[in-house]
Each structure stands twice: as C-alpha cells, then as structure tokens.
C-alpha cells in the first residue's frame, strides 16, 4: 500500500501525558500535512512542510503542539501535557507542491484523554 | 476571507433515487474545490476536484458537480444513490498556493433501502 499511513491508528491517554503521532507520506510527495477533526466538524488545519521546512504553523493550536519533519520524509506530531480537549482526530495529508494537486489523506489517529 | 457552506447537516434518499448535496463558497481569489467522502472511522478519500478547467467535474462512484461562479456554488450530485453511497461529505475549497484546504462542516447521507 503506497497511501498515506499513520500510526497509531488509536491512542488513549491519561490527562498531563505528552503523545506523538506518527505520519508517513506518500514517497514521492514533497508536502506534509496535519490536520484535526473532532466529532460532526470537518477537518482543520494546523500546520504543513513542504520537504522539511514548516511553512505554516500558525494554527497549531497551542505551545504544547508541535510538529516535525526532520529528513523530509516522515513526520512526528507530539502534544505535550495532554488535555481532554485534545480528544480528537489527528489526520496527515500529503500532496506535490503547486496549485490545484490533490491532497491525499491518511485514515487518522484517534487521540482519547481520559 | 474564505469559507465553506454546506447547507444541510443531512440528506437521506433512498436506494436508487438521485443525490443532491450543496456547498456554497466564498473565496477572494479563483478557487480549487474539492469533495471529499469520510466513511465511519475511515479518512478522507477524494471523490473530485475543481482546478479552473472545465465546470462540470465527474468523479469517482458516479458522482460530478458541476463549478458555477455567478451562484458560488459547487453541488455534488449522482443520478442513482447505492446502499455503499452512505457517509460523510465533505465540500472543501483550496487555498490560493493550496497548502490550506477549508473544510465545510459536512454532510451525512443516509441511504434507506
């Protein structure tokens, strides 16, 4: 399967736990993708790479979100000191860089704070 | 600013009659609109897509949607629902350098046999 993969897929965790979430792009693929849906909205974005750089992480939605893509190639999205807000669906997306490609989505990481 | 209107939370039809989902948009510059279908604990699979090329866009599993700038509209439609047609909808418009999809907040179609 050369689509999008995440792991894990599910991740329950205690409140004040740190979690990281793990996206591997399509290979060929330069842009990378994160983005969050909690139950009956639509996905929202957070951030993106185009290779390494992190061109966009304003809407990371606070200090305890970060994210990573340190060779290019896959990307890490860890929350620190988690919160029952942070329940949610964490999705990687990843495209070729230039206007009107198709992103394609991997099928999420559900976080779930206890 | 840019935004995405879906008009109906949720349409149920029955097998075999036609669907009619409708988004609505507002973008400041030439958009990219895109709909995505999300079956139950699934991601988000891509059913077609608008670049500026032509307005009418067919798609995968039957389905097109037809790009209408002076309604700002891009309605999804398919002549004959089928049972597996049930899911989540989602209509999205793309950022000016595409790196930010818009995501509207979904349609649930739900298929009766």
């Known amino acids: 399967d050369t689509g999008v993969s995440q792991n894990p897929r599910h991740k329950i965790t205690k409140r004040g736990q740190n979690v990281t979430f793990r996206c591997d792009p399509i290979?060929?693929?330069?842009?990378l993708y994160w983005y969050r849906q909690t139950l009956g909205q639509g996905p929202e974005f957070l951030t993106y790479?185009?290779?390494?750089?992190?061109?966009?992480k304003s809407r990371l939605l606070s200090d305890r979100f970060s994210a990573e893509r340190p060779k290019g190639s896959f990307s890490t999205l860890e929350i620190q000191r988690t919160e029952q807000g942070d329940s949610a669906m964490y999705l990687c997306a990843s495209s070729s860089s230039g206007q009107g490609v198709t992103i394609y989505f991997g099928e999420g990481s559900w976080l779930t704070v206890v | 600013a840019q935004s995405v209107t879906q008009l109906d939370s949720h349409v149920s039809v029955s097998e075999g009659t036609p669907v009619l989902l409708r988004c609505n948009y507002s973008?400041?510059?030439?958009?990219?609109l895109f709909w995505y279908v999300q079956h139950p604990n699934k991601g988000l699979q891509l059913l077609l897509k608008y670049t500026s090329a032509a307005t009418l866009v067919k798609g995968i599993n039957g389905f097109e949607a037809e790009f209408k700038k002076s309604e700002t509209s891009f309605h999804l439609t398919k002549p004959s629902a089928h049972m597996s047609d049930a899911a989540e909808y989602f209509c999205v418009l793309g950022g000016g350098s595409n790196y930010k999809l818009t995501f509207g907040k979904g349609t649930l179609l739900t298929v009766n046999p």
């Open positions: 290979s060929e693929h330069n842009r």
């Open positions: 790479f185009q290779n390494e750089a992190q061109l966009e």
């Open positions: 973008s400041s510059y030439s958009p990219s």
